[in-house]
């Protein structure tokens, strides 16, 4: 097998990867900075100088200028774009069910989770498509596939369209040499992840440790009897991207320890 220390297997290639500074999406950076790629990460907020260790662009999805901004640094810094990692997202609306949500956080749920990818998606592909070559990576989450209505409805919900949005993107721009891809992690260990358990923990006045059980059985359990770490994530990542996938697009990739209770 390849070792991860010496592929080169994305020199030469751009990359760029949405919430690149924290969890799944730090890891994905730093594998594809590993293969050789110059990797640029966007954030809200940048890191401390000595974790900064790729091209950051500060960048607010919640913001309408946010995809402008980041286009025009890569225009700047590079004027192509080979790989792009739609990874951030997350959620922040509260558990509890249709009669708890408002307006505002579906509409959170899905500027973050969907439009984000869209508008970015949108400003980039044009010159993908101008050099007949170019990855897209959607991250997704089990969660777009599982009806959880207890903890996450409108993210659900936001990363089925996600989805359903890659997969038809997919077939769009296969033909002009662009593949376009979904990975649906299960629980993955993030500091993102912390918080969502204990926002959540508080509300219902239990402890994340019994809430995490919960949700393990509420989900029918893993399989491998544990969460993901961030790097498992991306190496799958960094695979897909990699030559060596040149004939897959259009899929979703599921990382998740055996959870889904589906032949698919
Ligand atoms: N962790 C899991 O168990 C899990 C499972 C399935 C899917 N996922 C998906 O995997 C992706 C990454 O999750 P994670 O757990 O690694 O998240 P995380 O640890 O919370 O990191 C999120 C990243 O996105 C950035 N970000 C957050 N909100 C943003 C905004 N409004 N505009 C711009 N950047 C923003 C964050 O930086 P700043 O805070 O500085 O902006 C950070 O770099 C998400 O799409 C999530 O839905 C995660």
Redesign the pocket.
């Known amino acids: 097998m390849e070792s991860k220390q010496n592929s080169t297997a994305l020199e030469g290639k751009i990359a760029l990867v949405?919430?690149?500074?924290?969890?799944?999406?730090?890891?994905i950076a730093d594998r594809l900075a590993q293969a050789g790629a110059t990797v640029m990460?966007?954030?809200?907020?940048?890191?401390e100088e000595t974790d900064l260790k790729h091209h950051f662009i500060a960048?607010?999805?919640?913001?309408p200028g946010?995809t402008d901004k980041i286009v025009n640094e890569i225009s700047e810094k590079f004027g192509r774009l080979d790989i792009l990692i739609?990874?951030?997202?997350?959620?922040s609306s509260p558990g509890g069910g249709f009669s708890v949500l408002t307006d505002e956080h579906w509409n959170n749920e899905l500027?973050?989770?969907l439009m984000?990818a869209v508008r970015l998606d949108r400003a980039l592909l044009p010159k993908m498509i101008e050099q007949k070559s170019g990855v897209i990576i959607h991250?997704?989450?089990?969660?777009g596939l599982v009806p959880l209505w207890e903890a996450n409805m409108p993210?659900g919900v936001a990363?089925a369209a996600l989805n359903a949005y890659s997969k038809t993107l997919s077939n769009e721009v296969a033909s002009k040499g662009v593949r376009v891809l979904t990975v649906?992690?299960?629980?993955?260990?993030?500091?993102?992840?912390e918080?969502?358990l204990q926002g959540l923990a508080e509300g219902l006045g239990i402890t994340v440790a019994d809430l995490t059980q919960k949700m393990m059985d509420r989900i029918g359990g893993i399989p491998m009897g544990r969460?993901?770490e961030?790097e498992e994530?991306a190496d799958l990542v960094y695979f897909l991207v990699s030559p060596a996938a040149a004939y897959l697009t259009g899929a979703n990739y599921i990382i998740d320890g055996g959870n889904l209770p589906v032949v698919k």
């Open positions: 949405t919430g690149g500074t924290k969890g799944i999406g730090k890891a990460v966007t954030a809200r907020n940048q890191p960048a607010d999805f919640a913001e946010s739609n990874n951030a997202g997350g959620l500027q973050l989770n984000a991250i997704s989450s089990t969660s993210y990363k649906s992690p299960g629980g993955v260990r993030t500091g993102g992840m918080s969502f969460m993901a961030p994530v």
